[in-house]
């Protein structure tokens, strides 16, 4: 497999994935963008979406949200899953931004997964949205680019690393976004596959 053809197949996914909005996009800072990435994990992007428009509204900052407690924040985000778990980590994931980084985001990997709730795939998922350098590994990224053969491997780590060398470094953060808007636009399996298939033909 060589970038050229793994470009032209991406382009053939976006063109049959719907232009929706992913739970990734479109926050008014960095701050936001990432509290919304760690509530997206294992919840559907308009769950996530709904959620954290009416969270922002009261806790728009790392300042505001670190002031919070995780009691507050329950209440707030219940229909995520896992909001338990969740509240407490975005409330000490701002409680670190304001103490280490004056309640900004940073932009380096190693930095974002000492962060609370932030795991490699969250860090990556939110450099390559801002424009940074990131290919974050999902369950979207690890079927489409095993079945497009971009990748033999099963560990998230291993794809990671295939995929860094198959695309050059200035198409990382598009393929995130382009594999998952496909696979929340084809939810059946089968349909999925079909799809998959011809695009793999694609040279």
Known sequence: MDEKTALRQMDELRKNSLNMRLAAEKWASDFQTLIAIILSARTLDETTIKVCTELFKTYSTAESLSKASSQEIEKKISLINFYQNKSRYIVECAEKLVELYKGNVPYNIDKLIELPGVGRKTANVFL???????????????????????TLQSKPEKIEEDLKNLFSRENWNKVNETLVRFGKTHTSRKNKDEILAKIKRIK
Do not use: F, P
């Open 128 to 150: 390559s949205q801002v424009g940074k350098d990131g290919l974050g590994v999902d369950t979207h990224v690890q079927y489409i680019s095993k079945r497009l053969g971009w």
